[in-house]
């Protein structure tokens, strides 16, 4: 990692041409602490129980993880290389995009694949939490859009998972343009096509209130966040005390915004029914 880090200005330069960077290795650390109950747990053996505590709690699960997690073994990453852009001169962000690369083995805050699940075929894109948190900026907004058109032209259900802080701050307004730019791809699709989303923790701000919240079919995964600002802000905003369930799953499918709740295991199945009951 130290001579990755000697050559920091060949590797910029890289990022910022659009290079392929995947040869460099992901860092991990080996082991990780639940914040439920304090235990600290190897990286092997989360894994192995899909992200999931002992105690119950859930760790963020990798992207990649999630689709071996979701999607039949067989399956195709769709690769769409995107050089890296700050349009608007952000201080630090080229180093920040660079360490979020690297330990991620990512070019942006989603994977797309081409897969199928219990034999239905369908197009996916899950966000990836350690990637600026899942934040949206323009490369991300247009990955969704391929996304999207994709499932159009091969006529598939399109499946997303979302996780996120929101829109990526580096790049301001740019970012919150996606919003507009993923809701007006869904809209043409939706007249044909079936969209299944799914909510994870936490799935906030401008992507909340987009593409996620758009869905034929909104799931959501036990113990997520949903919502557009954090209940700080919002007691501090409006001098008020929120309940302890504000922004739960359960408070949210209660007011009639998702279909359902599901175990992180437990999806697989439940999104293959859904797809034999569409006939897809």
């Known amino acids: 990692m130290t001579n990755i ?7 910029l330069k890289d990022i910022r041409e659009g290079r392929n960077l995947s040869k460099i290795k992901a860092k991990y650390k080996k082991l990780k602490k639940c914040p439920a109950c304090g235990r600290h747990i190897g990286i092997e ?85 350690e990637f600026f948190m899942g934040s949206m900026g323009k490369n991300t907004g247009r990955l969704i859009k391929s996304a999207i058109e994709l499932s159009g032209e091969e006529k598939l259900p399109l499946i997303s998972f ?9 790049e301001g307004i740019f970012s919150l343009m996606q919003m507009a730019n993923t809701v007006n791809s869904l809209y043409k699709f939706l007249k044909d096509g079936l969209y299944i989303s799914i909510l994870t923790n936490p799935t906030m701000g401008g992507v909340s209130a987009s593409f996620a919240s758009l869905g034929d079919i909104i ?31 359960k408070e949210v499918l209660d007011f009639g915004f998702l279909d359902d709740i599901l175990e992180r295991n437990n999806f697989r199945p439940y999104l293959a029914r859904l797809l034999d009951f569409y006939e897809v």
């Open 5 to 11: 880090w000697k050559d920091r200005t060949r590797l």
């Open 45 to 129: 053996e989360l894994c192995k129980n899909s992200y999931i505590c002992s105690c119950g709690h859930y760790f963020p699960m990798p992207a990649k993880k999630r689709l071996d997690n979701i999607l039949d073994s067989e399956y195709e990453i769709i690769e769409k290389e995107m050089p890296f852009e700050n349009p608007l001169d952000f201080p630090d962000y080229d180093r920040k995009f660079l360490k979020a690369h690297m330990e991620t083995g990512l070019n942006e805050a989603l994977i797309i694949a081409r897969g199928k699940i219990e034999g239905h075929s369908c197009i996916i894109f899950v966000m990836e939490s």
């Open 219 to 249: 799931l959501a995964e036990k113990g997520a966040r949903i919502g557009f600002s954090g209940p700080r802000v919002i007691e501090k905003t409006l001098n008020v005390t929120l309940p302890k369930n504000f922004q739960s799953p």
């Open 162 to 170: 979302a996780v996120s802080g929101g829109a990526r701050m580096q």
